[in-house]
């Protein structure tokens, strides 16, 4: 007992005298109005040793600290900004202080754009509409706004073959008027003329190893990847183009450097080289993952990239889990038609996958029973960036199906747009994504001599909405809406990816069960003569729901938390049917908290539906079908 107690002594010992060479401190802001504290705290970006500096190296660190608060509020136009900064030393004990920095800010009124001007010599000036530019409007001046407009400058000179212009702005301020005039000098260079195209390329670096390089050359055919380019001989370059090419071989994924350059012949045209760095081309990945209505299970993928040098993808995967079994072997191109289309930024990527897949899961309206499916799925994918923030996607899929015994071959197409303007297409905290999508199929009998129609074909049409904005210090605001509509009927098996209910829907509620349904009975004798009621649940054929979705996210502040985040969510749906006097609608609500942590690209959420009754605030009886898991953010 005695040697515990002096080990504890020592340990509270060597405590006390590490925190002596500690200078505690705190920052109190007063006065702001354009900037919360959080934010003007954040631009402060005191370093993590700034506590065991001497007050000294202290007061140096802060008034140097203060510059980026001033470069925050000039960005914006706060040229009329007054700040001044006292120290304070509070007293704790006889032998301990704490030092405060109490800093006030007078924001002043925000400057206004007055006008610009563009100087370029008189022969190289290009058309350009300058009323059109930011600096051109009477509105609060923004640094972001005179960035964006030397990029459009820029975007026109490289447009009419003027590769290595630069451009350079100054800004005149007139504080009388409080107004800012903006001065942009173009120095165009000398046009370029399309030579020859001249490819290279070499194989990146082992991950685990860099200092070790696996080959010189790499597998791309160079002539063929020169012949891509789509400039001809003797023309001006497009400089647009020129980058729309790197981007396009960038976004096939199948690189990691491209670097481009243009060197002067004697001629007057000029050669055009390209190197290129690229990935390993094999790529194999394993797992494990959780499904809701299929449970825990185990992946393995296996890619080959650049077959034959002419970026052909060839694949193979296979997953089991708890309720299905799939393995599937896939071909793609990344690059076809890629560089026909110059006004298409990305590569379009052709991807087509033949799947066989068995899984065993419980229908929406009979959760009891089981619905066994053996599927041979051939889906074909067609996607491309309209423009950086619209992308197109294209399905076709076919499949023969056999379900509890019923045979059928089933071919639907489906078109979708995405419009995304986010700060973070996978953890986005600013900014509105649409996705609208149409589809249409069909369902025959899988008899090859006589393909009869089973029902009619059916159209179907969604909308998505998500909006993201940052709440206050490290809150933010996430909300969805969804609607969807069977515009003829369908079978149950199509109709159900309109109901809804599970972790991506209604959380607290099964998977897809709240649909609009009828329910009748039927009379049956079994075999003793004896009567039995079974009970008939039929399901909406031409479902029209709607879905509305809310959270709060808080992240942990804590620089070693902040891969976590708490979460306060509303969910909310209703589903109805075209036949509504025969099929009842339901709505379902919940609202509850959960967690999410961050790792690398997956995030782990959990999350539980407390109330499902929000018509009082009685206590709701603890359920595990109350909880969600899944390994993505919601929306």
Same mark, same amino acid.
């Given at each position: 007992m005695k040697k515990f107690l002096f080990l504890l002594l020592a340990f509270a010992f060597v405590c006390f005298a590490a925190d002596d060479d500690k200078h505690p401190w705190y920052v109190n802001l007063k006065g702001n109005k354009a900037f919360s504290n959080f934010q003007l705290e954040e631009q402060l970006d005191i370093p993590e040793e700034f506590g065991k500096m001497d007050t000294t190296k202290q007061d140096f660190m802060m008034r140097l600290s203060l510059e980026n608060i001033k470069a925050l509020y000039y960005s914006r136009g706060y040229y009329s900004l007054s700040m001044s900064m006292e120290i304070h030393r509070d007293i704790i004990s006889a032998d301990s202080s704490v030092r405060g920095y109490f800093i006030t800010i007078r924001d002043g009124e925000r400057y206004r754009f007055s006008g610009g001007k563009i100087i370029v010599p008189e022969e190289?000036?290009?058309?350009?509409?300058?009323?059109?530019?930011?600096?051109? %409007?009477?509105?609060?001046?923004?640094?972001?706004? =005179?960035?964006?407009?030397?990029?459009? =400058?820029?975007?026109?000179?490289?447009?009419?073959?003027?590769?290595?212009?630069?451009?350079?702005? @100054?800004?005149? @301020?007139?504080?009388?008027?409080?107004?800012?005039?903006?001065?942009?000098?173009?120095?165009?260079g000398a046009k370029v003329m399309m030579g020859n195209m001249i490819s290279s390329s070499h194989r990146s670096k082992d991950k685990r190893n860099p200092n070790v390089v696996i080959s010189e050359t790499g597998l791309t055919d160079t002539a063929w990847l020169s012949s891509l380019w789509r400039i001809p001989e003797g023309e001006i370059i497009d400089g647009n183009q020129y980058n729309t090419f790197r981007n396009k071989l960038f976004s096939t994924q199948l690189f990691t450097q491209i670097k481009m350059s243009d060197s002067l012949r004697e001629d007057g045209l000029s050669d055009v080289y390209l190197n290129v760095t690229e990935r390993i081309p094999g790529e194999t990945r394993y797992g494990f993952f959780f499904e809701e209505i299929y449970g825990f299970g185990a992946f393995a993928s296996a890619k080959h990239k650049n077959f034959l040098g002419h970026f052909h993808e060839f694949s193979a995967s296979a997953q089991i889990a708890q309720h299905? %079994?799939?393995?599937? $072997?896939?071909?793609?191109?990344?690059?076809?038609?890629?560089?026909?289309?110059?006004? $298409?930024?990305?590569?379009?990527?052709?991807?087509?996958?033949?799947?066989?897949?068995?899984?065993?899961?419980?229908?929406?309206?009979?959760?009891?029973?089981?619905?066994?499916?053996?599927?041979? $799925?051939?889906?074909?994918?067609?996607?491309?960036?309209?423009?950086?923030? =619209?992308?197109?996607?294209?399905?076709?899929?076919?499949?023969?199906?056999?379900?509890n015994q019923d045979r059928l071959f089933k071919v639907k197409g489906e078109t979708a747009l995405t419009f995304d303007y986010t700060d973070d297409y996978f953890n986005p905290t600013k900014g509105i994504r649409l996705a609208p999508t149409f589809g249409a199929g069909s369902n025959w009998k899988a008899d090859l001599q006589n393909p009869t129609m089973v029902g009619n074909p059916y159209?179907? !049409?969604?909308?998505?909405?998500?909006?993201?904005?940052?709440?206050?210090?490290?809150?933010?605001?996430? $909300?969805?809406?969804?609607?969807?509509?069977?515009?003829?009927?369908?079978?149950?098996?199509?109709?159900?990816?309109?109901?809804? !209910?599970?972790?991506?829907?209604?959380?607290?509620?099964?998977?897809?069960?709240?649909?609009?349904?009828?329910?009748?009975?039927?009379?049956?004798?079994?075999?003793?003569?004896?009567?039995?009621?079974?009970?008939?649940?039929?399901?909406?054929?031409?479902?029209?729901?709607?879905?509305?979705?809310?959270? @709060?996210?808080?992240?942990?502040?804590?620089?070693?938390?902040?891969?976590?985040?708490?979460?306060?969510?509303?969910?909310?749906?209703?589903?109805?049917?075209?036949?509504?006097?025969?099929?009842?609608?339901?709505?379902?609500e919940s609202f509850g908290f959960g967690v999410r942590y961050r790792w690398q690209f997956l995030t782990f959420r959990l999350d539980y539906a407390f109330k499902k009754d929000l018509s009082n605030w009685d206590l709701e009886h603890f359920a595990s079908g109350r909880f969600a898991f899944d390994l993505s953010q919601t929306f």
């Open positions: 190289s000036r290009v058309e350009l509409d300058e009323s059109k530019l930011n600096i051109a %409007q009477d509105h609060l001046y923004n640094q972001d706004d =005179i960035a964006e407009d030397l990029e459009d =400058i820029q975007k026109a000179y490289r447009r009419e073959g003027y590769l290595h212009s630069t451009l350079s702005s @100054i800004e005149m @301020i007139d504080t009388t008027r409080k107004k800012i005039f903006v001065q942009i000098t173009v120095n165009p299905k %079994q799939e393995a599937s $072997i896939g071909y793609a191109n990344p690059l076809l038609f890629g560089t026909s289309f110059s006004f $298409i930024p990305t590569a379009i990527r052709f991807e087509d996958h033949v799947t066989l897949n068995h899984e065993k899961i419980n229908p929406p309206a009979y959760p009891d029973s089981l619905e066994e499916r053996y599927e041979v $799925i051939n889906r074909a994918d067609l996607t491309f960036g309209i423009t950086k923030h =619209i992308r197109f996607r294209g399905t076709f899929d076919t499949r023969y199906v056999n379900k159209t179907y !049409g969604e909308m998505t909405i998500n909006l993201y904005h940052p709440l206050f210090w490290t809150f933010y605001g996430a $909300i969805s809406g969804s609607a969807g509509k069977f515009f003829a009927k369908a079978l149950e098996d199509d109709a159900r990816i309109f109901y809804q !209910g599970g972790t991506r829907s209604v959380r607290g509620y099964r998977f897809r069960s709240i649909f609009a349904s009828d329910t009748s009975y039927e009379s049956t004798v079994d075999d003793d003569g004896n009567d039995i009621i079974d009970t008939v649940i039929n399901t909406g054929l031409t479902p029209l729901y709607f879905r509305f979705n809310e959270e @709060i996210r808080w992240t942990f502040p804590w620089k070693s938390w902040q891969r976590w985040q708490i979460v306060q969510f509303y969910d909310w749906a209703k589903v109805t049917d075209s036949e509504s006097s025969k099929y009842a609608e339901k709505e379902r």
